[in-house]
Nanobody, 119 residues
């Protein structure tokens, strides 16, 4: 059974940092394309970052967020720096086998972790 479990969300002040984790069981993330998505209240889910053979970022987070893998821990991270109130959302990770593009149709999804950026 495949599971993706996000963690690391919480309340942070504007300008602060958080590191989200996406831990997998049942699959080896090295063989998957992994995406981070977010959904803010009243808004559609949007892609934040994607890692396959290369890394990509939404324009709104470029230069502030960094996606990375730890093969030994079978975990993908999203380091979020200089957070803004508009980054407030539930953050999800998703996985698709092989080299792929990140989209809302990815094969496996976690249940999300809430990030709130507020003073």
């Amino acid at each position: 059974q495949v599971q993706l479990v996000e963690s690391g969300g919480g309340l942070v002040q504007p300008g602060g940092s958080l590191r989200l984790s996406c831990a997998a069981s049942g699959i080896i993330l090295d063989y998957y394309t992994i995406g981070w998505f977010r959904q803010a209240p009243g808004k559609e889910r949007e892609g934040v970052s994607c890692i396959s053979g290369h890394r990509s970022y939404a324009d709104s987070v470029k230069g502030r967020f960094t996606i990375s893998r730890d093969s030994a821990k079978n975990t993908v991270y999203l380091q979020m720096n200089r957070l803004k109130p508009e980054d407030t959302a539930v953050y999800y990770c998703a996985a698709e086998s092989g080299i792929s593009t990140c989209s809302n149709g990815m094969e496996y999804w976690g249940k999300g972790t809430l990030v709130t950026v507020s003073s």
